[in-house]
């Protein structure tokens, strides 16, 4: 069965970079995209970038630009999800999930990764 | 940018049919697919490509997309049902998501 399977809770500084892990498994790897996900205390979703596990293609919110890279680890089936210049208000929880191939729904989400922001 | 409009939150007693809608410019030209999220819990896709049912999702939820709004039909509601619940869509390759409506069962 499809799993993802997220790195465990992130206490950061401002200021200091986070990177968030998610394993897959239960399906090939590289015929699908992974999105990441946010969510603020008590906020709804918000969409981070998405990228190709196939070659490494990415796409960005805006917002996020200069800030955000996502990688893949194809010899390990796992994509990567890292944040630079943390600031409070970048505390959330952060999911990562599969992008599918026919219509870009996202069918299959990670458990999520409490990431917390504080001096 | 482009933006999806939710109710904050809708109410329907148990056994009975709830709606939710979701506004967008031009909406009815992409597909919708939206996501349940119960407390403490990932979201999980009830419905894409606006009226699909992936595999393990009740026959109750179902969806519909034209004009301007998509909705999120829930028939014989439960107290199951009782969630937040976010429409999302692709413009101009990026995902916009709804506001998200709590649904409170009462």
């Known amino acids: 069965q499809v799993q993802l399977v997220q790195s465990k809770v992130e206490v950061k500084r401002p200021g200091a970079s986070v990177k968030v892990s998610c394993e897959a498994s239960?399906?090939?790897?590289?015929?699908?995209?992974i999105t990441w996900v946010r969510q603020a205390p008590g906020q709804g979703l918000e969409w981070m970038g998405w990228i190709s596990a196939y070659n490494d293609d990415t796409n960005y919110a805006q917002r996020l630009q200069g800030r955000l890279t996502m990688t893949t680890d194809t010899s390990t089936s796992t994509a990567y999800m890292e944040l630079r210049s943390l600031r409070s208000d970048d505390t959330a929880v952060y999911y990562c999930a599969r992008v599918s191939s026919s219509t870009s729904e996202f069918d299959y989400w990670g458990q999520g990764t409490l990431v917390t922001v504080s001096s | 940018s482009y933006d999806l409009t939710q109710p904050p939150s809708v109410s329907v007693s148990p056994g009975q049919t709830a709606s939710i809608t979701c506004f967008g410019d031009k909406l009815g030209d992409k597909f919708a697919c939206w996501y349940q999220q119960k407390p403490g819990q990932s979201p999980v896709l009830v419905i894409y490509?606006?009226?699909k049912r992936p595999s393990g999702i009740p026959e109750r939820f179902s969806g519909s997309n034209s004009g301007n709004t998509a909705t999120l039909t829930i028939r014989g509601t439960q107290a199951m049902d009782e969630a937040d619940y976010y429409c999302q869509a692709w413009d101009s390759n990026t995902v916009v998501f709804g506001g998200g409506t709590k649904l409170t069962v009462l």
């Open positions: 490509e606006d009226n």
């Open positions: 239960g399906y090939r790897f590289t015929s699908y995209g």
